[in-house]
């Protein structure tokens, strides 16, 4: 296996101590997952949530040592692109986003005339099979492949995220509904730890 791009890997930096590794919140003070649709559509959703909460920066902006080198960011917000903005499809990246930032919080968001809504699981399922001659059936969630009733779904998927073993039992889990004409978001679900 080459090592072509090894010098830009932290675990072959000679300051960084993989075994001793605390966290990059001192570079990018993360502490907020959104999971939401990749539908352009809706792409201000991140945004959206950031101003609801009132207490996190999205965008944001890089910051950068004298040579110029990016060596972090003002964002404490984090947006996982997925089909329908499903939790299921995004449980790595709330491991991940634990172990890299201690995560906070983790926020669905499912959005106004999704094209998941305009079908049924097992449609998908069957079209994928006659199209593909691939049974996709077991590989993921049964009801985490559409959107059949919003408030549904997003009940669905903040129990999803807390039963599972990914998330850590600490972080806070919300559940929006997003009007993206009108660009109303509205609190449908929330689980907070006692």
């Known amino acids: 296996m080459s090592a072509k791009y ?8 000679s300051w960084f101590d993989q075994d001793d590794f605390k966290g990059f919140n001192q570079a990018i003070p993360m502490k907020t997952m959104v999971i939401c649709c990749f539908d352009p559509r809706a792409g201000e959703v991140p945004q959206v949530v950031a101003e609801h909460f009132g207490d996190e920066v999205y965008p944001g902006q890089n910051i950068l040592d004298a040579q110029g080198n990016k060596i972090g960011h003002t964002r404490t917000l984090f947006a996982v692109y997925c089909a329908a903005g499903r939790a299921a499809s995004a449980l790595q990246s709330v491991a991940t986003m634990d172990y890299l930032f201690k995560v906070q919080k983790v926020v669905v968001v499912h959005h106004s005339f999704c094209g ?17 001659h691939a049974d996709i059936s077991t590989m993921f969630d049964h009801d985490s492949l559409a959107i059949m009733n919003f408030e549904a779904s997003l009940q669905h998927d903040v129990k999803l995220l807390r039963d599972s073993p990914a998330v850590p ?6 559940g929006f509904f997003y009007e993206m004409n009108g660009g109303d978001l509205i609190e449908v679900v929330r689980d907070l730890p006692a």
């Open 169 to 174: 039992k600490h972080v806070q889990l919300y």
């Open 6 to 13: 090894s010098e830009y890997e932290f675990r072959t930096q």
């Open 116 to 132: 998941a809504t305009g079908f049924r699981p097992d449609q998908l399922i069957g079209k994928y099979h006659d199209c593909h």
